[in-house]
Nanobody, 122 residues
């Protein structure tokens, strides 16, 4: 059974940093895209960042580019999100997800974690 477990969330002041982790199990994750999404209260879940199976390619939402860094350690089946220069608008529940690429070379996320809360105070 595939499981994704996030950790590392918490309360931080604006300008601070946090590192999220997502421990994966149940499949050969090095062959799947992994991504981070976030959902603020009253809003839809939004894409934050993604990384290819090998880790060679990364993708970011415009709102976090230059501040967040996604990475993965396939030897440990773990995904990371280093978040720097945090802003109050980054406050959300952060979810990791994994999935294969479809025939259009786009990820189809089929497993999700339970989420970890990140709160940035002003």
């Amino acid at each position: 059974q595939v499981q994704l477990v996030e950790s590392g969330g918490g309360l931080v002041q604006a300008g601070g940093s946090l590192r999220l982790s997502c421990a994966a199990s149940g499949r050969t994750f090095s062959t799947y895209v992994m991504g981070w999404f976030r959902q603020a209260p009253g809003e839809a879940r939004k894409f934050v960042a993604a990384v290819s199976g090998s880790g060679a390619s990364t993708y970011y939402a415009a709102s976090v580019k230059g501040r967040f860094t996604i990475s993965r350690d396939n030897a440990k089946d773990t995904l990371y999100l280093q978040m720097n220069s945090l802003k109050p608008e980054d406050t959300a529940v952060y979810y990791c997800a994994t999935g294969p690429l479809n025939r259009y070379n786009l990820p189809e996320y089929d497993y999700w974690g339970q989420g970890t809360q990140v709160t940035v105070s002003s």
